[in-house]
């Protein structure tokens, strides 16, 4: 899967460097797991309890929903932009949905779908700033994050939403399993699975990556660009919309700042999995493994009481670290391509 999703950032001569860079790129998710592995033998030698069952759900379900709205993110960073409001978005549907259920306005049902249609109307307007009215990414996401946290703060007016006022058994859900499987293990298995499959077999994922290898090319080849771009920032949202719903159901209890700091984990989960932050590469698979990373680390931390403090500086380090090894790379493929070019 892969060598196939990344061709702007892997050359396709047989030169040695061309076969090494492949074979880096194909193996990035790997190199994950077999780090989370080690890093996990040497936690239990010190903390056993790392791979009890509670601890293991626990785990799991955070990592699902970052997972979740990782997939979103790199489907946006793929073009070329990036979402800053994701948080915002999962911490207004948290609140939103949980609100429709304490006044008992709805059934769980239809609160979910409207949750996850709010996700969508957000990462909506998000493309249309970018895409039509030619805001930069950056500019317009952080513009939005502010917007609609400010909406959720004024729609809670102060107050948070308890796990008492929820409806009888809706955080079982977080719980929650399908034949022996976490229901949020399951959902997020679903939506890495579906992305993934978008964006290698069909001709929309294979825009997605052409517009963010040469955004002036694909429009030199018919691609609807800022169609693509819209389509982009609204899954991000739909998939910020499902991970605000599964946020209300993990907590119980939300206020108007559910899911401030989450866009750190989320673009970190991103860049470690080994998507391009200047996008055209990477998979949605490396994705969700770096959320999984991600969450690890944060759990690892708890059970070997060090610090909390360490993992914002985790977060930040390992965006820096992935920019870094990008940016290695992508000089050594334009090497390789020059050297390819000589007589």
């Avoid at 509670?54 to 997972?67: E, P, R």
Wanted: a positive charge; proline letters at 3%.
């Amino acid at each position: 899967m892969a060598e196939a999703a990344i061709p702007a950032a892997v050359p396709t001569g047989s030169s040695s460097a061309a076969r090494l860079l492949r074979a880096v790129a194909r193996q990035r998710e790997l190199s994950l797991v077999v780090v989370m592995v080690a890093l996990g033998a040497f936690v239990f030698t010190q903390a056993p309890q790392l791979l009890s069952a509670s601890n293991l759900t626990q785990v799991t379900a955070h990592a699902s929903i970052i997972a979740v709205a990782a997939v979103g993110e790199a489907i946006v960073i793929l073009t070329r932009n990036v979402d800053l409001s994701i948080e915002a978005m999962i911490g207004l549907v948290a609140f939103a949905v949980a609100d429709i259920l304490a006044t008992k306005t709805v059934g769980a049902p239809v609160a979910i779908l409207l949750g996850v249609a709010l996700g969508l109307v957000l990462g909506l307007i998000n493309g249309v700033l970018v895409a039509v009215l030619r805001v930069p990414a950056i500019i317009a996401t952080l513009g939005t994050l502010s917007a609609y946290r400010g909406f959720t703060l004024l729609l809670a007016g102060g107050k948070q939403i308890t796990l008492t006022q929820l409806p009888a058994g809706y955080t079982d859900w977080a719980r929650g399993t399908v034949v022996f499987l976490p229901l949020f293990v399951l959902i997020a298995l679903v939506v890495v699975t579906v992305a993934a499959i978008v964006l290698r077999q069909t001709t929309i994922g294979r825009q997605v990556y052409a517009l963010g290898s040469n955004p002036e090319a694909a429009e030199i080849l018919g691609i609807r660009t800022r169609l693509i771009t819209i389509s982009t920032f609204a899954v991000c949202g739909l998939l910020a919309g499902v991970a605000g719903v599964m946020w209300g159901m993990e907590f119980g209890t939300i206020n108007a700042t559910a899911a401030t700091g989450v866009t750190l984990q989320v673009i970190a989960a991103v860049v470690v999995g080994g998507v391009n932050i200047n996008g055209g590469s990477g998979t949605v698979v490396g994705a969700g493994i770096g959320a999984l990373f991600l969450a690890f680390i944060q759990n690892a931390l708890i059970l070997l009481k060090l610090s909390q403090f360490w993992l914002q500086a985790i977060y930040g380090l390992v965006i820096l670290i992935a920019v870094v090894i990008d940016g290695a790379l992508l000089r050594a493929v334009q090497r390789s391509r020059a050297r390819g070019r000589r007589p």
